[in-house]
């Protein structure tokens, strides 16, 4: 599987270098270091600046750095209260969709329909008459002899 975020930060950092300069100053440079260590060099972008930034092509790991970024460094304190109540909420839906794709009840098919009768290991066996009539006569032979 193919490895994205070389590009993601290669498109990150193309991208931040169009930020006013109050916004760019806020990113940590420990931040923006890691982004030209860790980009693919060879990787060009060019951010058309005739879109807006909604309409951009980027890679979805590119959106997430940006989204952080956005979090982290340029969001009021109102916004970021918002982001984690909603990743919050987010979080709780996916893990109520799990429980319900991953029931016990589902994944051992707990139901009515499947339910089997109990079977013996131990199969006995019924003696007919016929069979104890013929153990009978077998047993009289053996002892005559």
């Given at each position: 599987m193919?490895?994205?975020?070389?590009?993601?930060?290669?498109e990150?950092?193309?991208?931040?270098?169009?930020?006013?300069?109050?916004?760019?100053?806020?990113?940590?440079s420990?931040?923006?270091?890691m982004?030209?260590?860790?980009?693919?060099?060879n990787?060009k972008?060019?951010?058309d600046?005739?879109?807006?930034?909604?309409?951009?092509?980027?890679l979805?790991?590119?959106?997430n750095?940006l989204?952080?970024?956005y979090?982290?460094?340029?969001?009021?304190?109102?916004?970021?209260?918002?982001i984690?109540?909603?990743?919050?909420?987010?979080?709780?839906?996916?893990?109520?969709?799990?429980?319900?794709?991953?029931?016990?009840?589902?994944?051992?098919?707990?139901?009515?329909?499947?339910?089997?009768e109990?079977?013996?290991?131990?199969?006995?066996?019924?003696?007919?008459?016929?069979?104890?009539?013929f153990?009978?006569?077998?047993?009289?032979?053996?002892?005559?002899?």
């Amino acid at each position: 599987m193919e490895d994205y975020y070389p590009r993601a930060y290669r498109e990150a950092y193309e991208i931040i270098k169009y930020l006013p300069k109050q916004d760019f100053d806020k990113i940590p440079s420990e931040m923006i270091n890691m982004l030209e260590v860790n980009m693919d060099k060879n990787y060009k972008y060019d951010l058309d600046k005739t879109k807006p930034f909604e309409e951009q092509i980027m890679l979805k790991e590119t959106r997430n750095i940006l989204a952080v970024f956005y979090k982290n460094y340029w969001a009021s304190e109102q916004e970021k209260e918002r982001i984690q109540s909603k990743i919050k909420n987010d979080k709780e839906v996916s893990e109520k969709a799990k429980k319900e794709k991953y029931s016990s009840d589902i994944i051992f098919n707990h139901n009515e329909k499947n339910k089997m009768e109990p079977v013996s290991l131990i199969e006995t066996q019924k003696e007919t008459l016929y069979s104890k009539i013929f153990s009978f006569i077998k047993n009289l032979i053996k002892r005559k002899k």
